[in-house]
């Protein structure tokens, strides 16, 4: 596949991710349903865009993330970076094509202290990379580390300390810098400010948008905060039981949802203003069990719109506007 500017960095077609759930006898375990954690999902990043995955807890968001970096393998359905396949390349690729992927797909995880080696010193994470892709001299690996711990806002004392003796915000900064370690061009930044307190929260967020213009990375920002996604995000793809419900430019999603579900989660973000009334859309029940998604529209026994055709049948994820993807079988009559 020839690769031209127009074509986006990461593409994602057809995505399908399911975990077997077994029940275990005496003598065998038994096969008795599956997960549905990612149910055919697709989406593009641009290169230099941040592209924000959002949806309540369990609805499949940091699974997208492992298995688009074939952390978990796919079931079906497509990776591409740079027009290559990610889990062809990773799994039957040279030698050199796989560290190049590797290389080039970074993740920040959303616990920095569990995803940080204890027993080494921050230079130890850092230099880490510089070890398994040589693409960093030996002479320069310290001054390398000094200017990544720099450009994440930490000083070079630093780089001789171990990861308890830090706070949660500059465990998170380590876990940025060791992704930038190798200069990746795609990031999948998984709840990156989940645990952190709000002022340590809009450092990171502006962390992360300060180095997007300085290093032009993409990034898929994961979220169930809407404050933090509309903040960094260019366009923004909301999620539900494992099947994405709209896809837009952030502006659009805030301003103009079509998808009922989008508009609920929308309702519940804080307001600033106490003098400023919201309706705010309550939802009935609670998120149906992955394991038995109900038939129809994912959201159809929660949705306050939901007609028969909703149950009995699964609305097609179409473009109701240029750009603006909606999975609902009545979104116009959101306009």
């Known amino acids: 596949m020839t690769w031209t500017t127009d074509q986006p960095l990461v593409k994602v077609v057809d995505l399908v991710k399911h975990f077997p759930v077994y029940e275990k006898g005496v003598f065998m375990k038994k096969k008795v349903g599956e997960v549905h954690a990612v149910d055919g999902i697709t989406f593009s990043i641009a290169r230099g865009e941040t592209l924000g995955l959002v949806g309540e807890s369990g609805c499949g968001k940091t699974t ?20 290559k396949d990610v889990h062809e390349t990773l799994e039957t690729g040279t030698s050199t094509g796989k560290k190049d992927m590797r290389r080039n797909m970074q993740m920040v995880f959303q616990n920095p202290y569990g995803s940080l080696d204890p027993r080494m010193t921050v230079f130890d994470i850092i230099s880490e990379a510089f070890i398994i892709h ?44 060791r992704a930038l370690a190798t200069d990746p061009k795609f ?11 709000v002022s340590i929260r809009a450092q990171i967020l502006d962390l992360l948008e300060d180095l997007q213009r300085k290093e032009g990375i993409s990034f898929l920002y994961i979220s169930h905060d809407l404050s933090s996604v509309r903040q960094v995000s260019q366009h923004v793809a909301v999620m539900y039981l494992g099947m994405l419900m709209e896809y837009a430019s952030a502006d659009v999603i805030f301003t103009k949802p079509l998808n009922p579900y989008t508009i609920a989660l929308l309702s519940a973000v804080p307001i600033p203003d106490p003098e400023n009334k919201v309706n705010r859309i309550v939802l009935a029940g609670d998120v149906p069990s992955p394991i038995n998604p109900p038939s129809g529209c994912r959201f159809n026994p929660r949705c306050p719109y939901a007609q028969q055709l909703c149950r009995d049948k699964v609305p097609e994820y179409r473009e109701i506007e240029p750009g603006h993807f909606v999975a609902c079988h009545f979104a116009e009559q959101f306009k």
């Open 64 to 83: 997208v993330g492992k298995v688009v970096l074939d952390l978990l393998p796919k079931d079906s359905g497509s990776v591409l970076f740079e027009g």
């Open 134 to 177: 040589k693409h960093v001299p030996k002479h320069e690996w310290k001054s390398r580390a000094y200017a990544l711990l720099k450009l994440v806002g930490l000083e070079e004392y630093h780089a001789e300390r171990y990861p308890h003796e830090f706070s949660g915000g500059q465990r998170q900064r380590i876990s940025i810098a």
């Open 187 to 197: 990031i999948v930044a998984d709840e990156p400010v989940s645990s952190l307190d």
